[in-house]
T-cell receptor
Framework: GQQVMQIPQYQHVQEGEDFTTYCNSS?????IQWYKQRPGGHPVFLIQ?????EVKKQKRLTFQFGEAKKNSSLHITATQTTDVGTYFC???????????FGTGTRLKVLA | DGGITQSPKYLFRKEGQNVTLSCEQN?????MYWYRQDPGQGLRLIYY???????QKGDIAEGYSVSREKKESFPLTVTSAQKNPTAFYLC???????????FGEGSWLTVV
């Protein structure tokens, strides 16, 4: 079945350092979404990418969708303590409502 | 206030018992989902439903059952056949293909 892997599983950074998490799907995706889950909370939607090679930015966050639509990345510039949490990608294949979530990357920011 | 309501937030179950987790949404979304999250782990899809009276198995459906008799409701039953049910259960909904997934607050289930 469809699998979505993320690396790294954990990342500890000093405040102000950059952070990147990578998402890889075993199948071609129609779109990919990114979510953030704070400790003890539920996942919250960040962004959706649809087009091959698409790049979107939200303040310090940059999201990319690969040309083959099988991988994606989230880059945070100059991390802050408010960025702490687990970041998940979620992929869907064409014509289906089924979303498979990645394994997640847990980010810890040291002040 | 619109959103997804899950109940109960905390539930303890004795071994051999079935329990049902409630999920209600007032967002008029067509699709609803149940995910399981183990501590420090990712989200695994249990069941999803695209329309009333229809649902599909996810990756870990064994030991679980669902129903979708109403658009706004998608209850999950954790049966005694589920050997390791202690986990955090998240209900979600979306308007459809390519739509944002909205999550409830989650339900913590512990087997005692």
């Amino acid at each position: 079945g469809q699998q979505v892997m993320q690396i790294p599983q954990y990342q500890h950074v000093q405040e102000g350092e950059d952070f990147t998490t990578y998402c890889n799907s075993s199948t071609t995706l129609s779109n990919i979404q990114w979510y953030k889950q704070r400790p003890g909370g539920h996942p919250v939607f960040l962004i959706q990418l649809v087009k091959s090679g698409e790049v979107k930015k939200q303040k310090r966050l940059t999201f990319q969708f690969g040309e083959a639509k099988k991988n994606s990345s989230l880059h945070i510039t100059a991390t802050q303590t408010t960025d702490v949490g687990t970041y998940f990608c979620a992929g869907s294949t064409s014509g289906t409502y089924k979303y498979i979530f990645g394994t997640g990357t847990r980010l810890k920011v040291l002040a | 206030d619109g959103g997804i309501t899950q109940s109960p937030k905390y539930l303890f179950r004795k071994e051999g018992q079935n329990v049902t987790l409630s999920c209600e949404q007032n967002l008029n979304h067509d699709a609803m989902y149940w995910y399981r999250q183990d501590p420090g782990q990712g989200l695994r899809l249990i069941y999803y439903s695209q329309i009333v009276n229809d649902f599909q198995k996810g990756d870990i459906a064994e030991g679980y059952s669902v129903s979708r008799e109403k658009k706004e409701s998608f209850p999950l039953t954790v049966t005694s056949a589920q050997k390791n049910p202690t986990a955090f259960y998240l209900c979600a909904s979306s308007p459809g293909t390519g739509g944002t997934i909205y999550f409830g607050e989650g339900s913590w289930l512990t087997v005692v």
